[in-house]
């Protein structure tokens, strides 16, 4: 690996990561695919039609799932296996201004096109969470970490690919989507509309805010939210900033950064950049620094960087280096002016909105209540504390019954949640044109499973008031145990009424 070497005051910091082009399964094995699972598409190679090969009538495609290598009909010429090829467009790397390091487009993109995968660590949601809390108090402004499913994130700070630099736009010309490869989900960034070499891509973060300093926003677009993870519900219960009538901006409670407080000693100014396969760092003059090894572990180099602030969104920018090389750093003139960039605990949601669905994994709930003058009412969805009034309760067949009422209710909400998982990438792919990209087969399953969860729901609901309202009228009498089950012989009483 070739090193090279700036002391001048012009580069930048960027902290080391590993460069990974796949997940990477730290707590659990990658899911292998069964042969039973693997979906043959009946596409046919023709010489004369592109999109014979897996275009976007493959029905694989249309379930947003790559065909399987070995055994698509089109053999190699089959272009539904993107991701799984690293098939990622020309990407420029660059410095924006105060929102760190992004990522342009190298080339034209067309709307639609994959752009490159969000590779990272595939960990637990109980681990992203604890991570998430160890970069806050390691001090780690920018976060990395976004979501994959209701049970496990995606976190690229320590190892990712170099999607983890695209930055957010609540005016984004990228879209996060997800997609079955391989027996896995992976999350693509996908063009949203055509876009210009040297435009700067961004994706809408969908930030899951909780809890530390909020950042301001910096995307430049005209419906800018204002702060990262505005939009979030974390974030509206904290500050009631996302009104109709919003007065956002003049929130005073709310802390912003001093950009002064975050300049770095300049001598500390150094670019200890990642490289990957095909990547060619520049200078602004357009002049190669190299080339880099491609299995390189640690990717870090030093370059020289000059940073200019970015000015307007989209960032229009001229390029300067050579055509034709697939990848490459671009440097720019001009002043050090570091990110102002704050701490929080937070998760990108990849994709997580359902949009105009009415199908929805069951813990989303598109009904979030308002007041009438619009501002975003306190609403938590109470879930009862089965084990609280369990212990409450003095009869232990009262309890069982509570007890099997939950858990059958929590089977059902589970089943609801992987059906879910498995119908999102078609709904959430085609999310414009309707649900009616979700099969029959799997839109019934997923219906039942819904009337299940409600019934299961219901039923706990109905134990909880038989058991505690029968054992609070009977509360003065002397405890008896039921004879008899039904609503009013089956009185479970409570020791001390609740
Ligand atoms: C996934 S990283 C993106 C790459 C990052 N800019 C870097 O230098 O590595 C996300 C972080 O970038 C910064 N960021 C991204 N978009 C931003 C925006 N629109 N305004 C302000 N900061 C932004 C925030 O610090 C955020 O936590």
């Given amino acids: 690996m070739s090193m090279l070497h700036s002391e001048g005051p012009q580069s930048e910091y960027l902290p080391p990561y590993k460069h990974i082009q796949r997940n990477e399964f730290s707590y659990r094995k990658h899911t292998k695919q069964k042969r039973e699972d693997i979906v043959i598409c009946d596409c046919q190679f023709n010489a004369n039609d592109q999109e014979s090969a897996c275009g976007e009538h493959c029905l694989n495609v249309l379930t947003s799932t790559e065909c399987t290598p070995g055994f698509c009909p089109c053999g190699d010429y089959c272009m539904n296996q993107r991701i799984q090829k690293c098939h990622y467009a020309k990407l420029i790397f660059c410095k924006t201004e105060g929102r ?10 067309k709307a639609g096109q994959f752009i490159i995968e969000y590779c990272g660590e595939v960990i637990s949601w109980k681990e992203a969470k604890r991570r998430s809390q160890i970069y806050e108090a390691e001090g780690l402004k920018d976060a990395y970490i976004i979501s994959l499913n209701a049970h496990e994130s995606i976190d690229a ?14 005016g984004p010309n990228c879209e996060t989507r997800k997609w079955n490869v391989l027996g896995e989900i992976s999350v693509g960034i996908f063009a949203k509309q055509d876009i210009p070499a040297g435009t700067e891509l961004s994706y809408d973060y969908n930030f899951e805010w909780y809890g530390g300093t909020k950042v301001r926003c910096l995307c430049g677009a005209s419906c800018c939210s204002g702060f990262l993870g505005a939009k979030s519900r974390g974030f509206q219960e904290a500050t ?24 770095l000693d300049s001598n500390f100014h150094k670019a ?24 390189s572990e640690m990717l870090s180099q030093v370059l020289p960087i000059n940073v200019e602030p970015l000015s307007s969104m989209p960032m229009e920018m001229e390029r300067k280096s050579e055509e034709n090389e697939p990848n490459y750093f671009y440097t720019q003139n001009a002043q050090q002016n570091l990110a102002q960039k ?25 009904n979030t209540p308002h007041y009438p003058n619009g501002k975003l009412k306190n609403h938590v969805k109470r879930q009862a504390n089965v084990k609280l009034i369990c212990a409450r309760l003095a009869s232990k067949e009262a309890c069982h019954e509570l007890i099997s009422c939950e858990e059958t209710k929590n089977k059902a909400a589970s089943r609801l949640d992987h059906l879910y998982e498995q119908i999102r990438p078609a709904i959430e792919e085609r999310k414009r044109d309707s649900q009616d990209s979700v099969p029959t087969s799997a839109a019934e399953k997923w219906i039942e499973a819904t009337c299940d969860k409600i019934k299961a729901e219901f039923d706990l609901h109905s134990a909880i008031i038989k058991n505690i309202a029968c054992a609070a009228r009977r509360a003065p ?17 409570l020791e001390n009424g609740l």
């Avoid at 009498?477 to 479970?492: C, D, I, L, R, T």
């Fill in 100 to 109: 760190g390091w992004g990522l342009l487009a190298g080339e034209d993109i």
């Fill in 157 to 170: 700070t320590r190892k990712g690919s170099l999607a983890r630099f695209i930055n957010h736009s609540c």
């Fill in 240 to 263: 009631y900033v996302w009104e109709d009538d919003d007065d956002r901006y003049s929130v005073e409670k709310i802390p912003l950064y001093d950009s002064t407080d975050d300049e």
């Fill in 272 to 295: 200890i950049v990642p490289l990957n396969e095909g990547i060619t760092a520049v200078t602004e003059n357009g002049e190669s620094l190299g080339s880099f090894d491609t299995d």
């Fill in 342 to 366: 704050g701490r929080m605990v937070s998760r990108i949601r990849s994709n997580s909105l359902c949009h105009n669905y009415q199908i929805q994994s069951s813990s989303v709930s598109n």
């Fill in 477 to 493: 009498a002397p405890a008896s145990p039921p004879s008899e089950v039904g609503f009013e012989n089956s009185a479970k009483y």
